[in-house]
């Protein structure tokens, strides 16, 4: 059994992810007798951050879905072996902020590429390390492009271009892969303020690390 823990954060652009991880860690570094690195995807290292760049750029309006797939798993390839793996390794706990479900809900679900290939992509980008808990950031697609759209000092990406139908097919791909996969992935209601959020999120990390890591505690 791999010695660290790795907690992914996922949910639709507007969730308000990034904002309760950055409220959360210093209340988990109370609670868990462990090192924590947070780190984001795509990006988290220097090549992985070349090819968010590339991905995210406005101007590349042409990229196909398959190129964009393929981008995002080399990045994620880079990301792991560089930065996940060895922090695991070491014992850490790795709070990712995005990870194998983004591929799976974008470019499956809401891009339309076949969901069986993404998995064994992921698979092979991660040589089969999937996180030990995932916390699902649920929020209805027309809240969160709005918040999108008032926060002034959020830089635009290429996929906040898209449609509110493809953000409706992206919630509808991890409202799938959570209910697939209950044990791993722990939905919140990310409609709630960042406060609540962030509770319902620390209690959900200190229930799967009481099952597995009890040392910790
Ligand atoms: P980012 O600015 O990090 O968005 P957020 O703050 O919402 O996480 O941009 C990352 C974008 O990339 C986001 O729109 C989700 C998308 N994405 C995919 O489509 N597939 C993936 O595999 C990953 C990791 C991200």
Known sequence: MSKGFIISFEGPDGA????VLEKLLPQLKKKVKADFIVTREPGGVL???RIREVILDVS???????????????????????????????????LIDRFIDSS??????????????IS???????DNRRPDLTL?????SEIGLGRIQKNKDREVNRLDLETLDMHQRVR????????AEPDRITTLDASLSAEAVTENALEAIMKQISKSRSLWI
């Open 120 to 126: 064994q992509l992921n698979a092979f980008a991660t």
């Open 104 to 117: 799976v809900a974008y470019q499956g679900a809401g891009r339309g590429l076949d969901k069986e290939i």
């Open 60 to 94: 590349h309006a042409n990229m196909d879905a398959k190129t964009e797939l393929l981008l995002y798993m080399a990045a994620r390839r880079q990301h792991y072996i560089e930065k996940v793996l060895p922090a695991v390794n070491q014992g850490k706990v790795v």
């Open 47 to 49: 090549i992985a951050e």
């Open 172 to 179: 509808q791909g991890y409202l799938e892969l959570a209910q």
């Open 16 to 19: 308000g992810k990034t904002t």
């Open 136 to 140: 699902y950031f649920d929020l209805p």
